[in-house]
């Protein structure tokens, strides 16, 4: 298994929502968006852990691209 860090997040994603983005790419096994411990509000980034580290390099490498040119989805 492969845990990988998300940065940048919106302070309204949810852990079903971060998933969600990253299942295309390959098994998710879990994600988990870090939070403020006194106030529980998220900090605006995550850990995203895949199956297999293949399935972590193709999401790292899909949404780098995407992250770079918005709006040219396939």
């Known amino acids: 298994m ?3 860090y998300v940065g940048n997040l ?3 994603m949810g852990e079903d ?3 969600g983005l990253f299942e295309p790419h390959g098994e ?3 994600c988990n968006i870090v939070t403020d ?3 529980g509000r998220p ?3 995550a850990f995203a852990e895949f199956n297999s580290e293949a399935d972590a390099q ?3 490498a ?4 995407e992250v770079a040119a918005p709006g040219s989805r396939a």
């Open 17 to 19: 929502e971060l998933a």
């Open 28 to 30: 998710v096994v879990s």
């Open 58 to 60: 193709s999401a790292i």
């Open 43 to 45: 900090r605006g980034f």
């Open 10 to 12: 919106p302070w309204s």
């Open 2 to 4: 492969k845990k990988i």
């Open 37 to 39: 411990r006194d106030s």
């Open 62 to 65: 899909d949404l780098e691209r």
